[in-house]
């Protein structure tokens, strides 16, 4: 027999993992999973459900993980593409003043989520 097998090892059942995840098993009722779909579609569809799942729990956690902040020039490359943004949204008939108060008051936005911001400072 050429075609011998001998010596020659096949791995059987599932693959060894390096990662630090740990799997949980989750029974979901048929309106959850659709509801899930649901969501799913809405992102542009390309996600599987189980990584709909992981962003969606991501999102329901996301106020009390630990929030990465930004570096400053992330933040002023982000706070300049804004500004870019609102300066190509506004009328170019408005005085230059007025044009630069509705610039601030959008970029800065509502008192209400200046709050929720500065709520969220470490």
Known sequence: ????????KIARG?????????QAAVRWRLSELKA????????????????????????????????RQPSRQAA???????????ESLLSPLLSKQERQARRRQLIRGPKEFRKM?????P
Do not use: C, N
């Open 1 to 8: 027999m050429s075609g011998s097998t001998r010596g020659s």
């Open 14 to 22: 599932r693959f060894k993992t390096t990662a630090t995840l740990k």
């Open 36 to 67: 899930i779909d649901e969501w799913r579609d809405a992102q542009g569809g390309a996600l599987s459900r189980s990584e709909a799942i992981r962003r969606l729990v991501e999102l329901g956690l996301g106020s009390e993980l630990p929030q």
């Open 76 to 86: 002023s490359k982000a706070s300049k593409l804004a500004g870019e943004r609102v």
């Open 117 to 121: 911001r500065e709520r969220r400072k």
